[in-house]
């Protein structure tokens, strides 16, 4: 009876389970989290099969301190099939680092906390952060038990 990772299932949904990920780190990466600068580029995430499943263009505009970042995609409505044509505009911050340099954030839209990852899960219109869809993690689901063996099992 029982057996590795065979004990609790459901509740919320899971960071895992999210398809689209919209990560400052990459962002920034791509060069398009210039300061002084206003960029343009295109993020998308394909289907196993190649299909693409949404396209997004961020606009980025950085100041010192502060900037913005304009999201314009189109998504379809879970329940009606409708498709939406979405832009929406996010905060960015900058804060400073104890050994120099800056940390860039995007402000979540619906609870105004500092985070590096927005997320769109399945059924939702618009990005906000892991706190305002209540996404748990994978781990959180696990056992003690099953947890220690996933760590032991882990490769190094």
Not at 6 to 13: I, V, W
Not at 40 to 55: C, F, H, K, M, N
Not at 87 to 100: C, F, H, I, N
Request: net charge positive.
């Amino acid at each position: 009876m029982g057996g590795y990772n065979s004990g609790r299932s459901g509740g919320r949904s899971t960071v895992e389970s999210c398809a689209f990920v919209l990560d400052i780190t990459h962002l920034r990466r791509s060069g398009c989290l210039v300061p002084e600068a206003t960029c343009r580029s295109q993020i998308t995430w394909t289907g196993e099969d190649g299909a693409v499943l949404l396209t997004i263009t961020p606009r980025a505009r950085l100041a010192q301190q502060r900037g913005t970042l304009t999201l314009a995609y189109e998504r379809a409505d879970y329940w009606t099939g409708r498709v939406h044509q979405i832009e929406t505009t996010l905060d960015l911050v900058a804060t400073a680092q104890p050994l120099g340099g800056q940390r860039c954030w995007i402000v979540c839209p619906r609870t105004g906390r500092r985070v590096t990852k927005l997320y769109l899960p399945s059924g939702a219109l618009r990005f906000s952060s892991r706190h305002a869809y209540r996404l748990a993690y994978q781990s959180q689901r696990e056992t003690p038990s099953n947890r220690a063996l996933r760590r032991a099992l882990a490769p190094p």
